[in-house]
């Protein structure tokens, strides 16, 4: 789109747009709704059942996607808005559209003027206080394994299928990333991080101050090569290579709800009857997080990499875990009457 926009027509650059949009905004949605029902019928043949919570989150993404790419844009007739659908600090959207009238490769001014930045800045912070306030209260399963139109959704609709190539040739379903990798994975995580608060720093002081630390030229194209490598092309490389949620590793807005939702108590609680040592856990666990040695010692398992998709939950045979938070706790607990032990 980048490079369509300052080669091509008018009319060609039209085209090219309502092509992304339409792509964007409806072919990806449908085909990921489309996914979600192929993974609830595989579970069920394959596994026999499929966890309610799995159903709730399944569901969850596809109003998300009705929702905010569908009916919403069609009713205030502004169909780029998505970029403001990604916690901070995925982007400096907040800082940049405001000076800018723009984000990435989207113009929010073209259609609708500066009503388009108020409209995606009203979104943006709507969003926000939706996700961090449901962080508190469900960790970081609230935008990761509900809301999270982007890898969350898709992890989720096409996980089953993914990698392409087994890891383990012995063990041909297990989810688990090979450790050098994951260290791959956690250098990209620092370093999301670092780059992206940074940046933050930057469009930051100049917005309040009107001082300029990096010219505005020299960030843009910082945040659009960040975009492309590591949020678009690695992105989709991993997920077929790597695992379906590989991009979770290093989102640097995941790693941020993940530290909340490590604050707000989040964990897998062991201990409700016997662990097996199956490694079934292990196996289905998409950020290859050791489940099962936290479970044969009765210890909860605190990760800020921990998703909440609940799988391993779904999948032990012994019912021997619980995913929870401080409030989900105290829940249930009013609940049935009884404290925890």
């Known amino acids: 789109m980048g490079v369509v926009r300052k080669n091509a027509s008018p009319e060609v650059k039209e085209i090219i747009e309502w092509i992304f949009i339409i792509f964007e905004n409806g072919i990806r949605s449908i085909t990921t709704i489309i996914g979600f029902y192929l993974t609830i019928r595989y579970v069920k043949i394959s596994r026999g059942k499929i966890s309610r919570f799995r159903l709730i989150s399944f569901a969850s993404f596809s109003i998300s996607f009705l929702f905010l790419y569908l009916i919403l844009p069609f009713i205030l007739r502004f169909t780029e808005f998505y970029v403001a659908l990604m916690p901070f600090p995925w982007a400096s959207l907040p800082f940049q559209a405001p000076i800018t009238g723009s984000h990435l490769t989207v113009s929010l001014t073209k259609i609708v003027g500066w009503n388009g930045v108020v409209t995606t800045l009203c979104v943006f912070y709507i969003y926000q206080l939706i996700v961090f306030v449901g962080t508190i209260f469900l960790g970081r399963r609230w935008q990761c394994s509900m809301l999270c139109t982007f890898v969350g959704a898709h992890a989720e609709a096409f996980g089953e299928a993914l990698p392409l190539?087994?890891?383990?040739?012995?063990?041909?379903?297990?989810?688990?990333?090979?450790?050098?990798?994951?260290?791959?994975?956690?250098?990209?995580?620092?370093?999301?991080?670092?780059?992206?608060?940074?940046?933050?720093?930057?469009?930051?002081?100049?917005?309040?101050?009107?001082?300029?630390?990096?010219?505005?030229k020299i960030l843009i194209?910082?945040?659009?090569?960040?975009?492309?490598?590591?949020?678009?092309?690695?992105?989709?490389?991993?997920?077929?290579?790597?695992?379906?949620?590989?991009?979770?590793?290093?989102?640097?807005?995941?790693?941020?709800?993940?530290?909340?939702?490590?604050?707000?108590?989040?964990?897998?609680?062991?201990?409700?009857?016997?662990?097996?040592?199956?490694?079934?856990?292990?196996?289905?666990?998409?950020?290859?997080?050791?489940?099962?040695?936290?479970?044969?010692?009765?210890?909860?398992?605190?990760?800020?990499?921990?998703?909440?998709?609940?799988?391993?939950?779904?999948?032990?045979?012994?019912?021997?875990?619980?995913?929870?938070?401080?409030?989900?706790?105290?829940?249930?607990?009013?609940?049935?009457?009884?404290?925890?032990?």
Not at 166 to 178: Q, T
Not at 189 to 206: K, N, P, S
Not at 301 to 328: A, K, Y
Request: aromatic letters at 12%.
């Open 221 to 341: 194209a910082i945040e659009r090569m960040k975009y492309l490598f590591f949020e678009l092309y690695l992105m989709i490389f991993f997920m077929l290579f790597v695992g379906a949620r590989a991009y979770c590793y290093y989102c640097p807005a995941g790693t941020l709800l993940g530290v909340i939702g490590r604050i707000a108590g989040q964990q897998i609680t062991t201990g409700l009857t016997k662990c097996n040592s199956c490694g079934l856990c292990n196996d289905v666990c998409k950020m290859s997080i050791d489940i099962m040695s936290k479970a044969r010692a009765g210890e909860s398992v605190r990760s800020i990499n921990c998703v909440g998709c609940g799988i391993c939950v779904e999948t032990c045979p012994t019912g021997n875990l619980q995913f929870t938070t401080s409030f989900l706790t105290k829940y249930r607990n009013r609940k049935t009457g009884f404290p925890a032990t």
């Open 165 to 216: 190539i087994p890891h383990n040739k012995e063990r041909p379903r297990s989810k688990v990333v090979n450790p050098k990798v994951r260290t791959v994975l956690f250098v990209f995580q620092i370093f999301m991080i670092v780059i992206c608060l940074a940046m933050m720093v930057a469009w930051g002081i100049y917005f309040f101050t009107g001082t300029v630390i990096i010219p505005v």
